[in-house]
């Protein structure tokens, strides 16, 4: 800042000025430090203005930054709930494709015992058929034998 190092020469001229003994006092050059403090109020205002925008300025980053950051935030949840979300997804299409496997297993167990129960059922009419046919040739065969006397 120009202003500081202004001020610090007026601070040189007056501590290296002379002064009054006794008094407490120092001779300095008026028309010296009137320009030194003109040129204060000249820059002043710059200065002022320029330190105004860097807060300004700042400001302004540090709410960008918070806004990028509540963003990055917002955006890792949305994340972290999709992934806990397919991970459900994943288990119960999991638990579901168990639960298809076990149906079906249990399925063909039943029609495994199924089919063998309607086959002995066939086999059993056809056995009470032969039976049948054979208990009738054996009475044609006893009936003809009764014939022959």
């Known amino acids: ?17 002379s002064s009054i003994p006794l008094a407490g006092k120092t001779l300095v050059d008026k028309e010296e430090i009137l320009d030194i403090i003109k040129e204060i109020r000249i820059q ?28 990055i935030m917002e955006n890792a949840k949305v994340h972290i709930e999709e992934m806990v979300e397919k991970d459900e997804i994943t288990k119960m299409a999991q ?10 297993q249990i399925n063909a167990k039943e029609i495994r015992l199924g089919a063998r129960q309607y086959t002995d059922e066939l086999l059993a009419g056809v056995q009470k ?21």
Do not use: C, H, Y
Not at 1 to 17: G, K, P, V
């Open 95 to 104: 638990k579901r494709a168990e639960e298809i496997i076990s149906q079906a």
């Open 1 to 17: 800042m120009n202003a500081l190092r202004l001020l610090d020469e007026l601070e040189d001229i007056i501590e290296s000025s």
């Open 44 to 71: 002043l205002p710059d200065e002022v203005k320029q330190a105004q925008w860097i807060k300004e300025e700042r400001q302004r980053i540090l709410i960008e930054a918070q806004k990028e950051a509540d963003s």
């Open 129 to 149: 058929n032969f039976e049948d046919l054979l208990n009738t040739i054996k009475e044609n065969r006893n009936e003809l034998k009764g014939m022959k006397g």
